[in-house]
């Protein structure tokens, strides 16, 4: 099972939006809506912040959201913050009843 | 409070075995699967396999069939991942996940860091 392909790196000024795509195919995000999105800052675990595309976990914060269209899903962050600084994975359930992450995407706050 | 704690960091030899745990906390053990990720150096995450410790059903991603075994004590609330016969490429954080659903990974673990040196 291949990875879901995400940008390497993805930067914005504070307050501004940003989105990160996450691409795969008919097999797993675009047959599925079971897209997840985890974020990671260094030396801790992930997080979950997006689950079933657009469906944010208790306590995350809604400048962030969700979507997909075909085969590739987006996760937009508003109102960008140093906080956000981090790695962020994107997840997908897949035909042969796996879930495949994405490569990740280093988020840069300028 | 609703978590997973997991043992320590390990530093090991090639060849030798080795069982990290990840004791659940807070919730019904026996009622969401439990997985493992590996995130070597540097890189990404990548899904290794699941157990249910309710009937104990285990699935492998095909990249860790045979190389790792997944097991749970439903009588202690701790799954474990084990190695036979480590290799230098086995250096990683291993995470333990709560999977919700089919879906996704609600609650990790904090993470054991490996590392196999001779």
């Known amino acids: 099972q291949s990875a879901l392909t995400q940008p390497a790196s993805v930067s914005g000024s504070p307050g501004q939006s940003i989105t990160i795509s996450c691409t795969g195919t008919s097999s797993d995000i675009g047959g599925y809506n079971y897209v997840s999105w985890y974020q990671q800052h260094p030396g801790k675990a992930p997080k979950l912040m997006i689950y079933d595309v657009s469906n944010r976990p208790s306590g995350v914060s809604n400048r962030f959201s969700g979507s997909k269209s075909g085969n590739t899903a987006s996760l937009t962050i508003s109102g960008l913050q140093a906080g956000d600084e981090a790695d962020y994975y994107c997840?997908?359930?897949?035909?042969?009843?796996?879930?495949?992450f994405g490569g990740g995407t280093k988020v840069t706050v300028l | 409070e609703v978590q997973l704690v997991q043992s320590g960091e390990e530093v090991k030899k090639p060849g030798e075995s080795l069982k990290i745990s990840c004791k659940a906390s807070g919730y019904s053990f026996t009622t969401y699967w439990i997985g493992w990720v590996r995130q070597m150096p540097v890189k990404g995450l990548e899904w290794m396999g699941i157990i249910y410790p309710g009937d104990s059903d285990t699935r492998y991603s095909p990249s860790f069939q045979g190389q790792v075994t997944i097991s749970a004590d439903n009588s202690i609330d701790t799954a474990y991942l084990q190695w036979s016969s480590l290799k230098a490429s086995d250096t990683a954080i291993y995470y333990c996940?709560?999977?919700?659903?089919?879906?996704?990974?609600?609650?990790w673990g904090q993470g054991t860091m490996v590392t196999v040196s001779s």
């Open positions: 997840s997908s359930y897949t035909r042969s009843s796996t879930l495949v």
């Open positions: 996940v709560r999977r919700l659903g089919i879906r996704t990974f609600d609650l």
